[in-house]
T-cell receptor, first 112, second 113 residues
Framework: QKEVEQNSGPLSVPEGAIASLNCTYS??????FFWYRQYSGKSPELIMF????GDKEDGRFTAQLNKASQYVSLLIRDSQPSDSATYLC????????????FGKGTHLIIQP | SQTIHQWPATLVQPVGSPLSLECTVE??????LYWYRQAAGRGLQLLFY??????ISSEVPQNLSASRPQDRQFILSSKKLLLSDSGFYLC????????????FGPGTRLTVT
């Protein structure tokens, strides 16, 4: 059974600092990896996806993937109070329309 | 651009009552559609997914069912709700962009009393 592990937090980061969110997974067959942001009471919003080893940058966000270590991370630079949310890591097998497997999420708090 | 709708937004139902949640997608054709449930303290759990009209794959055995009567419509149903059915029900869609990234609707918060 596929498992996705995230530290539930809360992870507290001062405003302007780098927030680092981590995720490990058990299924070596996983091919695609996603980060979603979920504000309290709202639905998840896709913010990044990655499928190749290495880094992928989009604005203040950087996703990092290491398939050998089965590890995915999300870095948020210049953290803002509006970044305070729960961040969900999800994985898919890629190349198909199957559903995603989600971690339980990390609660991030950006302190002004 | 694509838009996904879910209704109702909130629902309070007694145990043993029926359920019908609806999801519709606009702005795309032949989407893949998904139902997830997010229960308190748990991650998102995939319930059903569909790659076309009348094609339903079930991921978790339970007292829920899904149907896809039209290309952009996905319905989640139950004949008799249990207390354990309470949660945040999310519909999502994807299309083939190489990775099938999924986009979620606003969700329905269901409380079974």
């Amino acid at each position: 059974q596929k498992e996705v592990e995230q530290n539930s937090g809360p992870l507290s980061v001062p405003e302007g600092a780098i927030a680092s969110l981590n995720c490990t997974y058990s299924d070596r067959g996983s091919q695609s990896f996603f980060w979603y942001r979920q504000y309290s009471g709202k639905s998840p919003e896709l913010i990044m996806f990655i499928y190749s080893n290495g880094d992928k940058e989009d604005g203040r966000f950087t996703a990092q993937l290491n398939k050998a270590s089965q590890y995915v991370s999300l870095l948020i630079r210049d953290s803002q109070p509006s970044d305070s949310a729960t961040y969900l890591c999800a994985l898919g097998e890629g190349g198909g329309a199957d559903g995603l497997t989600f971690g339980k999420g990390t609660h991030l708090i950006i302190q002004p | 651009s694509q838009t996904i709708h879910q209704w109702p937004a909130t629902l309070v139902q007694p145990v043993g009552s029926p359920l019908s949640l609806e999801c519709t997608v606009e702005g795309t054709s032949n989407p893949n559609l998904y139902w997830y449930r997010q229960a308190a303290g748990r991650g998102l759990q995939l319930l059903f997914y569909s790659v076309g009209i009348g094609q339903i794959s079930s991921e978790v055995p339970q007292n829920l069912s899904a149907s896809r009567p039209q290309d952009r419509q996905f319905i989640l149903s139950s004949k008799k709700l249990l207390l354990s059915d309470s949660g945040f029900y999310l519909c999502a869609w994807s299309v083939d962009r190489g990775l099938y990234e999924q986009y979620f609707g606003p969700g329905t918060r269901l409380t079974v009393t």
